[in-house]
Structure formats: C-alpha cells, structure tokens
C-alpha cells in the first residue's frame, strides 16, 4: 500500500510569484485536505476536495486554489505569494462515503515552502 | 479564542517515566479526534483515532481518552523512550468528513 507522496520536498520562491504543490493520495482514498503549518503551530485547513470538488474551505485567501484530479490526486495553487505564506504545507487523504462519513486522515511529509 | 488547546506546551522527562499529555476543546460537537506525532521538519504520524462513541483507544504504550462532556482527550504514554522525542499534536473533527482542527502541540523530550 502506497502512503500519501507530496512534491516538492522543499521550494524557494519570490514574493509575487506563483507556486503549485502537488499530493498523491494513499490507494483508495477519495478525499484530499490540504493544511498550512507555521513555524511552531499546529495546521491550519486550507480546503478539501471529494470526488474532484472542492468540499469545504478554511480561513484563506481565494488566491488559493486548489483541484482534484480523476485518479483523487491534487494540487494546491498559491498566486501572488507573500512573505506570510512560507510555511509547510501538508496534504492528507482519506476515505469518505457519499454523505460524509469519513475515516482516519494519514498525512504526507509536506512541501517546506520559503518565500524571499 | 483557541478552539483546540494543547498542555502544556512543552515537556521534559527523564527515560521510563510515564506521562500525559492534555487536549482540550470548546465547542463541544465532536465527530472523531485524532493524535498525530510529528518529527522535526517532518509530516504528520497518526498516532489513534477516538470516535465520538468511544472512550479510549489503545495501541501498544499509548492510551488515548476522550470525554465530550468535560471537552477533554488525554494521551497516556508508558514507559517512556528516547524515541519518543516529538510533537505531539491533537485534530479535532466537528462533523462527519470535515477539517480538523488542531492544537499548537506538546513537544515532548524523553531524556536517557
């Protein structure tokens, strides 16, 4: 069984730049929540997506974006980067039935992102 | 106000020792919390996963509790180890498949 995969493991950017992360979901799992940790706190929910939609937002700009692909794959966008959005990001998967139910998220090993 | 509170937020204990560590919420509609452990620069680890129906969950030397009426969930460390050294952080879900919502953690120090 394949764990969650994240890409990349570490990204440098400008502020002002554009920046895409991207996550594979464990084998059989239909949902994706991607998160934000600052230094020294706990992660903060960006957004999920279940079955290719977005199914639920955190406290986050719509200069963050976010898509599923078919295969529950997905990738997060950040336009206009600011200094504030250097962080980990974390993506977590798991499996949900129609209707919400939903099991145990496991977690990949998140994106250090540095914006200079 | 902190919705999800962690204490304490740092820990030291000598190897072998036995250990709680606490997690504590405000809004009371719970669906299922979640105990992670996390490394340095690392992801998250899931540790157990406590339904709202559940009392506890156990796996080898850790026992996790959750009492919805008092808004409390402690994770209960035996026998302390050196590997043990980490963040630990709780993720509290609200409803079926939402977002957790998580503490700023307890790092804890297991020292030889």
């Known amino acids: 069984e394949t764990g969650v995969t994240q890409s990349p493991t570490h990204l440098i950017k400008t502020r002002g730049q554009q920046v895409t992360l991207r996550c594979s979901s464990q084998?059989?799992?239909?949902?994706v929540s991607w998160y934000q940790q600052a230094l020294g706190q706990g992660p903060q929910f960006i957004f999920q997506?279940?079955?290719?939609?977005?199914?639920g937002r955190g406290n986050f700009p719509p200069r963050f974006s976010g898509l599923q692909f078919p295969n529950y794959s997905s990738e997060l966008n950040v336009n206009a980067l600011e200094l504030d959005d250097s962080a980990l990001y974390l993506c977590?998967?798991?499996?949900?039935?129609?209707?919400?139910?939903?099991?145990?998220?496991?977690f990949g090993p998140g994106t250090r992102l540095t914006v200079t | 106000k902190q919705e999800v509170t962690q204490i304490p937020a740092a820990l030291s204990v000598p190897e072998g020792e036995n250990l709680v560590l606490n997690c504590s919420f405000t809004?009371?509609?719970?669906?299922?919390l979640q105990w992670f452990r996390q490394d340095p620069g690392k992801g998250l680890t899931s540790l157990l996963l406590?339904?709202?129906?559940?009392r506890e969950q156990t796996s080898g030397r850790l026992n996790a509790s959750l009492d919805k009426s008092s808004g409390r969930s402690t994770l209960y460390i035996a026998a302390s180890q050196p590997g043990d050294s980490a963040t630990y952080l709780c993720?509290?879900?609200?409803?079926?498949?939402?977002?957790?919502?998580f503490g700023e953690g307890t790092q804890l120090t297991v020292n030889p």
């Open positions: 977590a998967s798991s499996f949900s039935l129609a209707g919400g139910l939903s099991y145990e998220q496991y």
């Open positions: 084998s059989g799992h239909n949902t």
């Open positions: 997506y279940y079955r290719e939609e977005e199914n």
């Open positions: 809004d009371s509609a719970i669906y299922n």
């Open positions: 406590i339904q709202s129906s559940q």
């Open positions: 993720g509290k879900g609200r409803t079926s498949g939402s977002r957790l919502t």
